[in-house]
């Protein structure tokens, strides 16, 4: 099972959890609504996908070094996403 680990000061890791709780929650109620965003995706790979581009969006708001601070280990993320299911549109 892939574990996430939060970067940084404790202010990014808060933000990043609450990042993390708002997908799960959004990921959750959509697909409730709407099905999966694509075919084949389960719900996991929704939010890692959804994480993925809250971070990104945050990151590229920040300066350089507060960016790989705060950013998950992307590694991680896209191990469990894959290059044949990510995508940072929604």
Known sequence: MTTLQFRGPARYRLCSAAGLSQSVLEVSVRRVRKGPRLPGWNWYVE???EVAKRQTLTAFGMEVGEARR????ADQIAGVIGNDHYSGCA
């Open 70 to 73: 705060y950013r998950l280990r």
């Open 47 to 49: 939010v890692a996908n």
